[in-house]
């Protein structure tokens, strides 16, 4: 974000995006300060192997990942069980990619991520099981112990006990 210099620190300690006014509009997003700022997602969209036990659950139970992630995502004002149960009813209608793909939105806005592949509601429309895996990785990448809810994370988290965030993987 921006410095106390531009006068928006502030809005940007308090999660709001902020840009610098002589920014192009294509460059502003709601999301994010510019679209040049933006980082890559920790795994790819279709690397749902490397967390095999959370793409199971996912594939015959997206609800619970689908959870998962609202309750972090949410900071904890909205649980884990309450957020499953609103998406396991929109499924029934067909309705769960959208409901899902505004949380993608939200988290690409906390941690500024690209919008990567494609426009969130595309890649849950299309790719729902996949995209739910990899939020959920990103998440678990960023230190949070998915498990366990926000509240406890936070405990975890200030009792100085926290789980380092895996940068990538090493390849050959």
């Given at each position: 974000?921006?410095?106390?210099?531009?006068?928006?620190?502030?809005y940007?300690?308090?999660?709001?995006?902020t840009?610098?006014i002589?920014?192009p509009?294509?460059?502003?997003?709601?999301?994010?300060?510019?679209?040049?700022s933006?980082?890559?997602w920790?795994?790819?969209?279709?690397?749902?192997?490397?967390?095999?036990?959370?793409?199971?659950?996912?594939?015959?139970?997206?609800?619970?990942?689908?959870?998962?992630i609202?309750?972090?995502?949410?900071?904890g004002?909205?649980?884990c069980?309450?957020?499953?149960?609103?998406?396991?009813l929109?499924?029934?209608?067909?309705?769960?990619?959208?409901?899902?793909?505004?949380?993608?939105?939200?988290l690409?806005?906390?941690?500024?991520?690209?919008?990567?592949?494609?426009?969130?509601?595309?890649v849950?429309?299309c790719?729902?099981?996949?995209?739910?895996?990899?939020?959920?990785r990103?998440?678990?990448?960023?230190g949070f112990?998915?498990?366990?809810?926000?509240?406890?994370?936070?405990?975890?988290q200030?009792?100085?006990i926290?789980?380092a965030?895996?940068?990538?993987?090493?390849?050959?």
């Amino acid at each position: 974000m921006y410095s106390s210099t531009h006068g928006n620190a502030k809005y940007a300690a308090a999660g709001f995006p902020t840009a610098p006014i002589n920014m192009p509009p294509s460059q502003v997003s709601p999301f994010r300060g510019s679209a040049a700022s933006a980082t890559t997602w920790s795994t790819g969209l279709c690397h749902c192997c490397d967390d095999p036990a959370n793409c199971l659950i996912t594939c015959f139970c997206p609800c619970v990942t689908f959870g998962q992630i609202a309750e972090i995502v949410n900071k904890g004002s909205i649980s884990c069980a309450a957020s499953g149960a609103v998406y396991g009813l929109l499924a029934l209608t067909g309705l769960s990619c959208l409901y899902s793909c505004v949380y993608r939105s939200r988290l690409r806005g906390q941690y500024d991520l690209e919008e990567a592949p494609c426009a969130d509601c595309l890649v849950h429309f299309c790719c729902e099981t996949c995209s739910l895996c990899q939020e959920y990785r990103e998440l678990k990448n960023r230190g949070f112990d998915m498990g366990i809810g926000w509240q406890a994370n936070m405990d975890r988290q200030g009792r100085g006990i926290t789980v380092a965030p895996v940068v990538g993987r090493m390849a050959r």
